[in-house]
């Protein structure tokens, strides 16, 4: 059965530092994934997607099918990257599977 | 566009009281979806629908019932609401993936907050 594992629940940085979402999956097929974030009082929404190898904010992720992860980057962390962010897998013709989520707090 | 909007925004409920949420999309999207969030949980998909007048089961749908009469509208029923229903509710919506199978996004609603006494 499909997975998503995001083993930190909180990951605390200072502003400037270099940040590192985790995220691991389990899947029989070729994956496809996704990273959302919800900033503090909003909705969810998209901020990057493996297959178009796109730099959101500063934000980069890169599938690595070896070690069956996808995890979040960004080089310098910003006060406003403070937020929950979910890694999702496709699970199904229209379905996703989300982790848990990691809280991300950027002090300055 | 109002994009994907939900009603009502909070709500407390006594145990064994009924309600229904409403989710609204106007971007004539095919797909809904519900999700509940729980703190260390994520986000679990309850029910979804692939179109006007279908449904299925997603992960946790003991407790609710959906229905999609309307193309733009998806609605989330509980019955019989217990203490464990308590939790944000999101709903969110996605085009059909093409016929090659491409990846859409999922567009979310601004949650509905419930309680359950």
């Known amino acids: 059965a499909q997975r998503v594992t995001q083993p930190e629940k909180l990951l ?10 985790k995220c691991n999956y389990s899947y029989s097929g070729s994956p ?6 919800q900033y503090s009082r ?20 890169d599938l690595n099918k070896g070690e069956t ?5 960004k080089p310098f962390a910003q006060e406003e990257d403070s937020a929950m ?15 848990k989520g990691t809280m991300l707090l950027v002090s300055p | ?13 006594k145990t064994g009281q009924s309600m229904t949420l409403l989710c609204a999309q106007d971007m004539n999207h095919e797909y809904m979806y519900w999700y509940r969030q729980d703190p260390g ?25 959906v229905s999609r009469l309307k193309k733009q509208n998806f609605l989330l029923g509980l019955e019989s609401a217990a203490p464990s229903q308590t939790s944000v509710y999101f709903c ?23 309680t359950v006494l």
Not at chain 1, 69 to 73: A, D, M, P, R, Y
Not at chain 2, 1 to 13: D, E, S
Not at chain 2, 46 to 56: K, Q
Not at chain 2, 92 to 114: I, K, N
């Open chain 2, 92 to 114: 969110a919506s996605s085009s059909s993936p093409g016929l090659a199978g491409e990846v859409v996004t999922q567009y979310f609603g601004p949650g509905t907050r419930l």
């Open chain 1, 12 to 21: 605390s940085v200072f502003k400037g530092a270099p940040v590192e979402l």
């Open chain 1, 32 to 37: 496809e994934l996704f990273w959302y974030v």
């Open chain 1, 85 to 99: 962010y979910y890694c999702a897998l496709r699970s199904g013709y229209s379905t996703l599977t989300f982790g």
């Open chain 1, 69 to 73: 992860s996808f995890h979040l980057k």
């Open chain 2, 1 to 13: 566009n109002a994009g994907v909007t939900q009603t009502p925004k909070f709500r407390v409920l």
């Open chain 1, 42 to 61: 909003q909705r969810l929404q998209l901020l990057l997607r493996h297959i178009s190898r796109e730099s959101i904010k500063g934000f980069t992720a």
């Open chain 2, 41 to 65: 949980m994520g986000l679990r998909l309850i029910h979804y629908s692939v179109g006007e007048g279908t449904t299925a089961k997603g992960e946790v749908p003991d407790g609710y019932n």
